[in-house]
C-alpha cells in the first residue's frame, strides 16, 4: 500500500510563490495518475491539479497559467509549483493516487493580502 507524506508548505505574500513536494512510498512507475486537491476552511475539498504517469497534466480554471504539476519518477515525487498566489489560494494541500484512493496529511499553504 502506497503512502503519501506532501511538503513545502508555509507562509507566503500575495503575490510570491511556493512549491510543494508528495513523496510515495512506493515505485512511482507503479503508480499511474496523481493529483493535489485542495480545501479551504469551511468548504469541500477541490481538484487542483492532475498528472499522469506519463506526465499529461490537467489543471483546475482557477489556478490555470499559475500553477505546475510534475513528477520526477526516479525520485517518486511529485510537485506542485505554485506562482503568482493570491490570498483565495489559502488552504490545505492534498496529494492524491486514485489508483490506491490513498491521501496524504495534507500541508497548510497561507496567502497574505
Known amino acids: 500500500q502506497v503512502q503519501l507524506v506532501e511538503s513545502g508548505g508555509g507562509l507566503v505574500q500575495a503575490g510570491g510563490s511556493l512549491r510543494l513536494s508528495c513523496a510515495a512510498s512506493?515505485?512511482?512507475?507503479?503508480?499511474?495518475?496523481m493529483a493535489w486537491y485542495r480545501q479551504a476552511p469551511g468548504k469541500q475539498r477541490d481538484l487542483v491539479a492532475t498528472?499522469?504517469?506519463?506526465?499529461?497534466?490537467n489543471y483546475a480554471d482557477a489556478v490555470k497559467g499559475r500553477f505546475t504539476i510534475s513528477r520526477d519518477n526516479a525520485k517518486n515525487t511529485v510537485y506542485l509549483q505554485m506562482n503568482s498566489l493570491k490570498p483565495e489560494d489559502t488552504a490545505v494541500y492534498y496529494c492524491?493516487?486514485?489508483?490506491?484512493?490513498?491521501w496524504g496529511q495534507g500541508t497548510q499553504v497561507t496567502v497574505s493580502s
Open positions: 498528472i499522469s504517469r506519463f506526465s499529461s497534466t
Open positions: 492524491y493516487a486514485p489508483q490506491y484512493n490513498k
Open positions: 512506493m515505485s512511482a512507475f507503479s503508480i499511474n495518475a
